[in-house]
């Protein structure tokens, strides 16, 4: 009997190892950085390598504009590529969402809205080089928000912002902080 | 048989009797108003009996019903790059406004069968909504801080949806214009008989091809008249004869104006071709496809439109609530109801066919207007081509398409388009031939649009001049 007590408790500690139901899998930070780097590229290319170059910096074959439909060989201006891209994924994958925002936003609905933006912008700018990690509850949801440094590569950048007449900042320079990327994953 | 099997036969007869008719009501009638919770907008009471096509399934939810909004108005909202898409709105960030108002979906802002509260534009909630998310702008826009949240959708200030022509950038790169262009015309159509899409034919009389036992079917009289009409007429000339439309020979081969082939022969006519007496759309949609296309999505055709998920009878506007001639009040919509059986002259469908039908302010005061007498003076040939401003010239506008890739332009029967909210006719109507300020003012002026624009706007819209204020503001230092 004793010895059935052993073999029981055996197989038992046996079995609940083969049920161990550990999650692997990404961990979000890894998720959301690697993100940010896909996106990152995409719009430091677009940035120097189509709208510098073929602008009105480059060959001015190409008219970047904020209402770029409106105007004959007008193309979206970085931000607003960048957020066809974000609106796009919004359309086809409901597992990340992400946004470009900023503390001085030329179009007021780019400002932080939640706490976590709120925070995560000002620490992006007071740490420069760092990025925000944090979970929030947003309609019933908790999410693993992230939030880049979105900084100034082209002078572009910097001239667009610093002349535009709804822009709260006149003053920007390049490679500074203009804002961040917001990104966020439903934890579940 | 004792007095209460009496009953329980009545009973169940009375049972199969309800269900059967709620089966045929359900099923088979076209009218179906029985069971209607309430009357349908003035945008979708042509379909309310094709249930299905809103209420896609059984137990049709808010994305059912989304999908069914989109599949018919998805294309206008991408078209005039839609100022608040369902995109927007679906970041988690937005949460907390989407509880307040739910604005991915169209339904929470328009809902149907509701018409005691429904406003314009079939909204259905109160017209302050804009205060849930801009609620500050008067701190970012000091001109707007007297200004009630239920005024900001007012003519020539802003719209939910399309703002393609009342956006700041594009306020200022169009002020100061006159209030009429230079040279005030409306775009020319293209020639497409120089283009070699049509063949230049001219059939006369002689070149009729009709079964030989046509006597059969129509009189001798209405035969000539038909035929009288139809020499000179645009088909005649294009090479059109009697069996293309009057036959069921062209059915399978859909083609465009561009590909358009007389294939009338007598020979197709022994081979068993089946002799149409009264052509419908489907006919015309052979050749005209793009003109049948935009019909089936405008007010006129859309009950008969193929997408429809169940085709209803042509509309009559006796199933309006607008003011119609009372001899008109039966007369079911079709191509022919505007263009004729056989002349097809777009000049009396661009008005004839309007105005023999509405008999509102707007369309009975038409006639007396400076667009009226500026259209007699083009039918004439005393102005050239586009100078003249007929009921279509607004309603149904020319539009720009791409065709096999070149660049037409061909009249739009989708007056829904450019109709409501009526800055929608800014761009591709109005600024043909007159400033942006003037037009804001114009069509913000109700008594101005009644009499159908007699006199001047009596109000001046500020928009521009706030926009040009604001552009011109020292910047920040």
């Given amino acids: 009997m004793k010895n059935f007590g052993i073999v029981f408790s055996a197989l038992l500690i046996f079995l609940q190892g083969c049920g161990d139901n550990k999650q692997v899998g990404i961990e979000p930070q890894v998720y959301t950085d690697s993100l940010f780097a896909v996106m990152n590229a995409d719009r430091v290319n677009y940035t120097t390598l189509v709208v510098k170059r073929l602008g009105a910096e480059g060959t001015g074959a190409i008219k970047p504009d904020e209402h770029w439909k409106d105007v004959e060989n007008g193309i979206p201006l970085p931000a607003q590529m960048f957020r066809a891209g974000a609106e796009r994924v919004s359309e086809t994958n409901d597992s990340f969402t992400y946004s470009l925002q900023s503390l001085w936003p030329i179009n007021s609905q780019n400002a932080p809205r939640t706490d976590a933006e709120k925070e995560g912008l000002k620490f992006i700018i007071d740490n420069p080089g760092k990025n925000f990690y944090t979970e929030e509850d947003l309609g019933g949801v908790t999410y693993y928000t992230a939030v880049y440094p979105d900084v100034a590569v082209s002078v572009a950048c910097v001239a667009c912002h610093n002349a535009h007449n709804d822009s709260p900042r006149t003053d920007f320079k390049i490679d500074e902080v203009m804002g961040g990327v917001v990104i966020r994953v439903p934890l579940k | ?381 005393e102005l050239p081509p586009g100078s003249g401003v007929s009921c279509a010239s607004c309603h149904m506008p020319r539009e720009e398409i791409i065709h096999k890739g070149e660049k037409m332009v061909q009249v739009t029967h989708n007056q829904n388009t450019y109709f409501q909210p009526n800055e929608k006719m800014i761009r591709p109507v109005c600024m043909q031939c007159h400033g942006l300020s003037f037009a804001l003012d114009a069509l913000a002026d109700k008594t101005l649009i009644e009499n159908n624009f007699k006199g001047k706007p009596a109000h001046h819209i500020p928009s521009i001049d706030w926009a040009i204020k604001r552009d011109q503001k020292p910047r920040k230092e």
């Fill in chain 2, 1 to 381: 048989m004792t007095i209460k099997h009496y009953f329980w036969c009545i009973w169940l007869l009375a049972t199969i009797t309800l269900l059967s008719c709620l089966a045929y009501t359900i099923f088979l009638s076209e009218d179906k108003s029985v069971l209607l919770i309430g009357k349908a907008s003035h945008g979708h009471y042509q379909i309310e009996m094709s249930c299905v096509s809103c209420h896609t399934d059984s137990f049709s939810g808010e994305e059912d019903f989304q999908s069914a909004c989109v599949n018919c108005h998805g294309k206008e909202l991408k078209l005039v790059d839609d100022t608040h898409p369902k995109r927007k709105f679906t970041d988690p960030r937005n949460a907390d406004r989407t509880k307040i108002l739910d604005a991915r979906y169209c339904v929470t802002c328009h809902t149907e069968h509701q018409a005691e509260y429904t406003l314009g534009m079939g909204l259905t909630i109160p017209q302050d909504f804009c205060i849930h998310c801009h609620q500050d702008i008067a701190e970012e826009r000091p001109s707007h801080k007297d200004i009630e949240y239920n005024s900001c959708a007012n003519a020539g200030c802003h719209n939910f949806h399309d703002n393609s022509s009342l956006y700041q950038d594009f306020l200022v790169r169009h002020a100061n214009e006159p209030v009429l262009n230079a040279i005030a015309r409306l775009s020319d159509m293209k020639d497409i008989k120089s283009k070699g899409y049509v063949p230049d034919m001219n059939l006369s009389l002689s070149d009729q091809i009709l079964p030989l036992d046509i006597e059969a079917t129509i009189d001798s009289l209405s035969l000539a008249k038909a035929a009288h009409e139809w020499e000179g007429s645009a088909h005649a000339n294009a090479g059109i004869n009697c069996l293309d439309c009057h036959s069921n020979q062209n059915e399978d081969s859909k083609k465009t104006e561009a590909d358009s082939q007389v294939i009338s022969d007598l020979d197709q006519i022994k081979s068993g071709s089946t002799w149409i007496a009264k052509p419908d759309h489907l006919v015309c949609s052979r050749c005209h496809e793009y003109q049948t296309e935009t019909y089936y999505e405008g007010k006129h055709g859309m009950r008969i439109s193929p997408y429809l998920q169940l085709p209803l009878s042509p509309l009559r506007p006796s199933m309006s609530d607008l003011p119609f001639k009372a001899d008109s009040l039966n007369r079911e919509h079709g191509c022919n109801t505007c263009h004729g059986a056989h002349g097809y002259e777009t000049e009396e469908a661009a008005v004839g066919g309007c105005l023999s039908c509405h008999d509102d302010d707007h369309s009975t005061h038409y006639k007396g207007s400076i667009h009226f007498a500026l259209w007699q003076k083009e039918i004439s040939g």
